[in-house]
């Protein structure tokens, strides 16, 4: 009897926190005062700068409270688990389309953006050597001359090192693309394409597909590509990045889409703007991909 009730007593304390430990998402912030995880401070002073719109109401003191970021009535007197996060009243002035357009009502924009690490040139022309080091572990000095990827010094494998920014699916058919094997007649056309046109389109050791097959990482003027085909490419504002036109057959395109975007805004309670528009220019491309040329590098067409 002495054994259980000495096993009990250790044990007590284990069971009451692991019993606990869940509870709290059935309560309220009222009851449970506790924070989701990654969830924004409270009762905290916004700094001077910040200016808010009026109707995100802070505490005296200007301290964040629940009702200063979200429009629920009452929210804090909620269960977690009965939040209608679907509501557009879950966070003011939305439903936001991206997320970080509601962090920016109070943040400022230019200074929480990631740097555009791939615009390595300073006004007058010279690298900002910064740059070469999210992904290289040394500036390389000599970018003129032609390299192997193991003398690149990459800070990760050559197939993986734009996921350490990227995902691995940023546009349409990259998936296709990414580890595709090229066969043997593709290899033999890949470089007959790359001598037309004095350019570069490398594949991995085992001749898969990369994302620096197609895409160029660093910008027009960082390798000098008349003695390294490595620095020819398409010329574009990598500040501004892809630009797009407006195109007559948006009208054709919205009245096909519409029932099917009409019907997830009322599902989801995201009303989506999805234009038909043309590609303007490019960036960061060995070839333009607008009129084909990138494709027909590798790709071979029956006519």
Not at 121 to 126: A, I, M
């Amino acid at each position: 009897m002495r054994f259980w009730l000495l096993l009990w007593a250790i044990l007590l304390p284990w069971s009451v926190c692991l019993a606990g430990d869940d509870d709290w998402q059935t309560q309220s912030y009222k009851q449970s005062k506790r924070l989701p995880d990654l969830h924004h401070a409270v009762d905290i002073k916004l700094m001077d700068s910040m200016r808010p719109p009026a109707e995100f109401e802070l505490k005296t003191g200007r301290l964040l409270q629940c009702k200063t970021c979200h429009g629920l009535k009452k929210m804090d007197e909620i269960p977690y688990d009965k939040v209608d996060k679907t509501d557009p009243a879950f966070l003011r002035g939305g439903p936001y389309r991206d997320f970080e357009d509601f962090c920016y009502q109070c943040h400022n924009k230019k200074d929480n953006e990631r740097p555009n690490i791939h615009a390595m040139l300073e006004k007058d022309g010279t690298v900002k050597k910064q740059n070469c080091l999210y992904c290289h572990e040394e500036v390389n000095e000599q970018r003129d001359q032609r390299r192997t990827a193991s003398f690149l010094k990459l800070r990760l494998p050559i197939e993986e090192v734009c996921y350490g920014c990227h995902l691995k699916t940023p546009h349409l058919n990259a998936l296709e693309h990414l580890e595709a094997k090229a066969k043997p007649e593709m290899k033999n056309h890949i470089r007959d394409s790359e001598r037309r046109n004095g350019i570069i389109l490398p594949l991995s050791k085992d001749s898969k597909v990369m994302c620096v097959s197609c895409h160029s990482p660093h910008p027009d003027g960082v390798i000098n590509g008349t003695k390294n085909p490595a620095g020819n490419q398409i010329k574009g504002d990598v500040e501004k990045g892809i630009e797009y036109s407006k195109h007559s057959w948006n009208v054709v395109y919205q009245a096909d889409k519409h029932d099917r975007l009409d019907l997830y805004g009322r599902t989801h309670k995201l009303w989506l703007d999805v234009p038909y528009e043309r590609i303007k220019t490019e960036v960061l491309l060995r070839l333009p991909a607008k009129d084909g040329k990138l494709c027909l590098a590798c790709h071979e067409f029956e006519r």
